[in-house]
């Protein structure tokens, strides 16, 4: 595993994708963290507040907001994922589209900083969550999926009127970097249900318990339809003291109180800020002591300040020019930590083995591209047109509309082939779909003969 190229107490001021970019891999042990929610809006914090000045834009366009390079990358790399992206786009809007492009190359690079014992808790709510879920799934992996947790709580600015349900929950979903090594949870404990008390009643034993033998013994339907049970009977199977579980939806925890200001509660004036008592419960749950901690859209800093009440270390990132300020003064007034965050503005350089985001999902990569510029799809999609004309190299069909032409790999990612120009080739749409993952270019073109699908002036 990398050593950490970051601090302990770090605080970033820039874009959150330069910093995951630059952080090594596999450093990272929690991430609970809470981006925009895609609200189509602006955010402003309240006048007079600690945070006066702070706002942040949460309207999504394709055009203005996705980079041509995340395209390229999730399109080459991550297939599976571009389709999530993309249905997100077809079902709603360009806009959710360029949301979901800009949250996928983020989470691609937290899935990479997390350790394999690691998770991530990402706050969203209901204007998103089930695109970010699928996107979610291509990266993580459905497999990884641990919970969807529903924080509800009573509508903060008392709305009246509206023509639907009050709109009064949010969702955190919770995926670990892998299921089999994951951290071992400790899920709060909450008493268990009076139908179940009820139920079981007239079984506990003086210590309020019931064991898997006592089980068999008075209750042999419920004990045959267990799922699991351990060799030594005397184990005990429920415990009226120690209580079940939590339920995956949560409505114990306020929200922040927007209009006072920060002498009311705990509200800095920060238009999103969350309860620490919401992050205080997944830091606890999904870490230990002195564990390392990401926020990459921290706000005014809830996840660090429950980070160094709980005793964690903690990482947090925000465009937010005064984010500085505001994670000062809550750390100094809550933490009474002084002078202890290192706030940087130059991303780090990451000094492991460099390796690229490697979900479950990615196409292998074995080699080093060559050195010098990288090509866009665009700009290699132009290279190839200029070199062998609007003609498929795979049939040598010629098309009067270069658009029929699709940019391919020579020899398939999954076999190692690189994005690089040189293995580049512009095949039509039945030679795209021939050649799939299957064959090389001359691989295809032997098969074209064979089939009789080779164009026949140049046979
Ligand atoms: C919903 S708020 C987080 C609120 C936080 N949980 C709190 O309690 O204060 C989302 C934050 O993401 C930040 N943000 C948006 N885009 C970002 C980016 N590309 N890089 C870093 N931060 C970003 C915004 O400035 C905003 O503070």
Same mark, same amino acid.
């Given at each position: 595993?990398?050593?950490?190229?970051?601090?302990?107490?770090?605080?970033?001021?820039?874009?959150?994708?330069?910093?995951?970019?630059?952080?090594?891999?596999?450093?990272?042990?929690?991430?609970?963290?809470?981006?925009?929610?895609?609200?189509?809006?602006?955010?402003?914090?309240?006048?007079?507040?600690?945070?006066?000045?702070?706002?942040?834009?949460?309207?999504?366009?394709?055009?203005?907001?996705?980079?041509?390079?995340?395209?390229?990358?999730?399109?080459?790399?991550?297939?599976?994922?571009?389709?999530?992206?993309?249905?997100?786009?077809?079902?709603?809007?360009?806009?959710?589209?360029?949301?979901?492009?800009?949250?996928?190359?983020?989470?691609?690079?937290?899935?990479?900083?997390?350790?394999?014992?690691?998770?991530?808790?990402?706050?969203?709510?209901?204007?998103?969550?089930?695109?970010?879920?699928?996107?979610?799934?291509?990266?993580?992996?459905?497999?990884?999926?641990?919970?969807?947790?529903?924080? =509800?709580?009573?509508?903060?600015?008392?709305?009246?009127?509206?023509?639907?349900?009050?709109?009064?929950?949010?969702?955190?979903?919770?995926?670990?970097?892998?299921?089999?090594?994951?951290?071992?949870?400790?899920?709060?404990?909450?008493?268990?249900?009076?139908?179940?008390?009820?139920?079981?009643?007239?079984?506990?034993?003086?210590?309020?318990?019931?064991?898997?033998?006592?089980?068999?013994?008075?209750?042999?339907?419920?004990?045959?339809?267990?799922?699991?049970?351990?060799?030594?009977?005397?184990?005990?199977?429920?415990?009226?003291?120690?209580?079940?579980?939590?339920?995956?939806?949560?409505?114990?925890?306020?929200?922040?109180?927007?209009?006072?200001?920060?002498?009311?509660?705990?509200?800095?004036?920060?238009?999103?800020?969350?309860?620490?008592?919401?992050?205080?419960?997944?830091?606890?749950?999904?870490?230990?002591?002195?564990?390392?901690?990401?926020?990459?859209? =921290?706000?005014?800093?809830? #996840?660090?300040?429950?980070?160094?009440?709980?005793?964690?270390?903690?990482?947090?990132?925000?465009?937010?020019?005064?984010?500085?300020?505001?994670?000062?003064?809550?750390?100094?007034?809550?933490?009474?930590?002084?002078?202890?965050?290192?706030?940087?503005?130059?991303?780090?350089?990451?000094?492991?083995?460099?390796?690229?985001?490697?979900?479950?999902?990615?196409?292998?990569?074995?080699?080093?591209?060559?050195?010098?510029?990288?090509?866009?799809?665009?700009?290699?999609?132009?290279?190839?047109?200029?070199?062998?004309?609007?003609? =498929?190299?795979?049939?040598?069909?010629?098309?009067?509309?270069?658009?029929?032409?699709?940019?391919?790999?020579?020899?398939?990612?999954?076999?190692?082939?690189?994005?690089?120009?040189?293995?580049?080739?512009?095949? =039509?749409?039945?030679?795209?779909?021939?050649?799939?993952?299957?064959? #090389?270019?001359?691989?295809?073109?032997?098969?074209?003969?064979?089939?009789?699908?080779?164009?026949?002036?140049?046979?």
């Amino acid at each position: 595993m990398a050593e950490p190229n970051f601090k302990n107490r770090t605080l970033y001021h820039g874009d959150n994708l330069k910093f995951l970019r630059g952080m090594n891999s596999e450093t990272i042990d929690l991430i609970a963290t809470d981006p925009p929610f895609n609200k189509n809006r602006d955010f402003h914090a309240t006048p007079d507040s600690l945070a006066a000045g702070a706002k942040f834009q949460d309207r999504w366009s394709w055009e203005r907001d996705v980079h041509q390079d995340w395209i390229d990358q999730i399109t080459d790399d991550y297939p599976r994922l571009m389709e999530a992206i993309e249905s997100a786009r077809f079902a709603h809007s360009d806009g959710m589209g360029a949301f979901m492009c800009f949250m996928a190359v983020r989470l691609l690079e937290m899935w990479r900083v997390l350790k394999p014992t690691g998770s991530i808790y990402l706050h969203c709510d209901p204007t998103a969550s089930h695109y970010l879920k699928a996107v979610m799934d291509a990266i993580f992996g459905w497999r990884n999926f641990i919970n969807e947790i529903v924080w =509800c709580y009573i509508d903060p600015a008392g709305r009246r009127n509206s023509s639907h349900y009050k709109r009064t929950h949010d969702i955190i979903f919770w995926y670990a970097k892998d299921q089999n090594s994951r951290f071992d949870s400790k899920i709060p404990k909450g008493p268990l249900s009076p139908s179940t008390i009820k139920r079981y009643e007239k079984y506990f034993d003086a210590n309020g318990q019931i064991s898997y033998a006592a089980l068999k013994r008075t209750n042999p339907g419920v004990f045959k339809a267990l799922k699991s049970v351990p060799d030594d009977l005397s184990m005990i199977w429920l415990d009226r003291n120690k209580g079940t579980n939590m339920p995956d939806w949560w409505a114990d925890i306020a929200p922040i109180k927007r209009k006072g200001n920060r002498q009311k509660g705990e509200s800095t004036g920060y238009p999103t800020q969350k309860p620490l008592a919401l992050y205080k419960r997944i830091i606890e749950c999904s870490s230990d002591e002195n564990d390392m901690i990401l926020d990459p859209f =921290c706000g005014c800093a809830t #996840t660090p300040v429950v980070a160094e009440i709980l005793g964690r270390q903690w990482v947090g990132v925000d465009i937010w020019d005064k984010a500085h300020e505001v994670v000062v003064d809550r750390l100094e007034n809550e933490v009474r930590m002084f002078g202890k965050v290192h706030y940087i503005t130059e991303p780090p350089a990451r000094t492991d083995d460099k390796r690229p985001a490697a979900p479950f999902l990615r196409v292998k990569q074995r080699y080093d591209e060559p050195p010098g510029p990288k090509m866009s799809r665009a700009e290699m999609y132009e290279h190839l047109l200029e070199q062998h004309g609007s003609r =498929c190299q795979g049939c040598y069909r010629e098309f009067d509309d270069p658009r029929y032409l699709q940019l391919d790999h020579n020899v398939p990612r999954s076999d190692g082939g690189l994005n690089h120009i040189s293995n580049r080739i512009l095949l =039509c749409g039945p030679c795209n779909r021939l050649k799939s993952n299957i064959y #090389t270019l001359s691989g295809l073109r032997r098969q074209n003969k064979k089939l009789g699908y080779m164009s026949k002036g140049l046979m």
